[in-house]
C-alpha cells in the first residue's frame, strides 16, 4: 500500500538550529533515501520551495481570491514529502519515525486512496 510521509515544519524551530545540525538533517535525508531506494519502498520524494513564495487561494461565492503566504491558521508549514510503497501501516510509521525532521517536528503518515477511493 502507498503511504504519504508529509514533512512539517516550524520556521522558528529550524532557525534555533546550528549549521552542524541542519547538516545533520540533511545528510540524514540523503541515509533515509538511500535506504527507501535501496529496500524498494521508495516511490517519489519532493521538497517544497520557501513558503514565503506561496499563496492561499479560496473562492467564496463564486469569486477566487489569492494571498500571499503559505500559512492557513497555522505555526507550521507543509514543507516535503516521501511517497513510499510498504507492506503496512505500522512500516510505514516506522520509516516516517527515520526522517531526520522528526526529531524537531511532525511527520503525518497518510495512506493514498486506491482508484475506487473506499478509504474515504
Known amino acids: 500500500m502507498k503511504y504519504m510521509l508529509m514533512i512539517y515544519m516550524n520556521t522558528s524551530i529550524w532557525e534555533t538550529l546550528s549549521e552542524n545540525e541542519r547538516n545533520e538533517v540533511f545528510q540524514g535525508h540523503d541515509a ?23 499563496a492561499v487561494v479560496r473562492v467564496r461565492g463564486g469569486v477566487p481570491a489569492a494571498t500571499d503566504g503559505p500559512y492557513i491558521e497555522a505555526g507550521e508549514f507543509f514543507c516535503g514529502y516521501y511517497l513510499v510503497d510498504c507492506e503496512s501501516g505500522e512500516r510505514a510509521v516506522e520509516l516516517a519515525a527515520r526522517i531526520p525532521d522528526a526529531r524537531y517536528t511532525g511527520i503525518e503518515v497518510r495512506p493514498l486512496m486506491d482508484q475506487g477511493g473506499a478509504e474515504v
Open 32 to 54: 533515509f533515501i538511500k535506504e527507501i531506494t535501496e529496500s524498494g519502498e521508495m516511490v517519489g520524494t519532493e521538497a517544497l520551495a520557501d513558503p514565503a513564495n506561496a
